[in-house]
């Protein structure tokens, strides 16, 4: 056994630009540079994991600091060449900054600049993952970065490049690094399986490439664990699906097919087969909505694009274009929601197999929805009143004809059936349920309400609503609701209190000259007579003459006169600070109202003994006595 084992990666890492995989943009622009001599003194490269940003970097500084350069053919072979292969810190400084991250470590770097380099022509500084400098190491770089001395370079990489300060990125020549293709990734893995005499199919070496998200060191690290296997057979790719802890696409549609035919029982079984044989809840929900995504490809994407965006080869692809027509796309979108969610769920619980298995059961019933059709024909019945609720609902191909509103005369109806062609069918009829019986179509014709009666002059009471609508103040109103009308007619309007002080209120105040203004309003004429006193004798008998002047006014003159009368339940609406002045009205009067009246005798109560104010007061206010 040989202690100087070399992993494939750093056997097989690129050493000159040619031998870059991908990245043909990049591998252009610093060709040119190199060619024309145009040497920038920072260059920042970004882009994700094994793309291969240090090993361009180390690439350009051989190129630099070879004795033939600088050239794009470094020999590989003189001692600035050879020094950078094996990582010898000489004129090339490779450093880690998630390890060297302090003000002081980038102090360090800067005090040995103004050394000239050894070997080679350039003093390069390579300072891999830079965005993990701190904010006081990056100024400390800021102003030498800006203008290092002539021999110096630095070439800055990281994954991360938005954590890198923009006074940083704007000193530098940046060049963004793509994920490498599958199919670049595939052909190289290939040729080192080639050179290596590893026995493995294009399949395990898609399936390979596939996982590997673009990166090629991860691609050439499992190809690298993957070769022990292939010493006395074939590496397949459910060899790969192994070591990946990935279940296979076998035992995977046969789960999405008991999902997609609610069969819980059964996708349960199947479960139980996947997690006994080694396989994390989340590590099969993954799986899972990786299949569901690439039915969801399968099923909107074109079929000479399939093989590239899902990774799988023709065998598979048809066995998934079996499954896309089962299911629409609004239903395979919302079984990858629901994965997602049971993902989280997973991630967070202590018992990831309870979750695991309700969420199974929770997909397999998900298909029973109706698809996005049915639904929309059924919300187009109900919203039509066609159907109930309760019953279910048939496919609706055209929206029923509009019910005819009852008001319309049948006249109208049979005119419009002779004029105008019927090109809907008819409606279908409703169910003989309760609820389906109470729903009423949404196009009968709107009838107004009725007008109220205009009331005669026998009726004291609504015309003294009507005047009650004419008093422009709620406070005067409200507390006008404590008289009693004896006569309105245009002659002579009279209203009585049977509290002197209320009597007061109005006849001493501008109150009175708000009754007056009503009453002109009223009978459309000026000067009315309002007569505000106590209750007489014979009030009663004056109140039942008729108030012939209203009645005989001109019927042009009524409608400016009574307005639609006020029901007598209705209360003003009082702002707060009017309603806080008629209920000390009302209560001072009720106040003295109450003295006048004799006192109940104190040994026996059997109920409380309410006076007119009292009861008008707690009608009004909508009160209650507190005990």
Known sequence: MSGNYVPLYRKYR???????VGQEHIKKTLTSAIELGKIAHAF????????GKTSTARILAKSLNCKNGPTIHPCGECESCRDITNSVPIDVIEIDAASNRKVEDTQNILEKIQYVPVNGKYKIYIIDEVHMLTNHAFNALLKTLEEPPENVIFILATTEVHKVLDTIKSRCQRFDFRRITTEDIVKHLRYISDNEKINISDDALFAIAKNSAGGMRDSISLLDQLSLLGVSKEVTVDDVNAILGRISFDTLNKLSGKIIASSPNEAIEILNEIYNAGNEPLQILTNLSEYFKNLLIIKTCRKELLPELTGLNEPQIAEMLKQKDQLETQQIVFLLERITYYIKEVKLATNQHLWLEVGMIDLANMTENTTLLDLQNRVKALENG?????QPVRPVIQPPQPAVSASKPVENIQKSTETEPVTRPAPIPPAESPAAQTVKPDTEEFTPPPMSKKPDGNDINTLWQTLLVNIKSPATKALLHLATPVKIAEDEVVITFKNDKLVS???????????????????NQQNSKVIVRLPQSG?????SVPAAAVSSAPLE?????????VKSSEQPKLQPEEAVQAQEEILEAAEIDNSEQPEAPKAKKPERMETDQEKMVLELFDGKYIE
């Open 557 to 565: 003159e009524k409608k400016n006169i009574i307005s639609e009368p």
């Open 539 to 543: 009030d009663a008998a004056l109140a």
């Open 505 to 523: 209120q109005i006849n001493d105040t501008n109150k009175k000259q708000m009754l007056i203004d009503a009453a002109n309003t009223m009978f």
């Open 386 to 390: 066609s159907v109930s609720v309760s």
């Open 14 to 20: 690129p050493q000159t630009l040619e031998q870059l």
């Open 44 to 51: 920042l490269f970004t882009g994700p994991r094994g793309t």
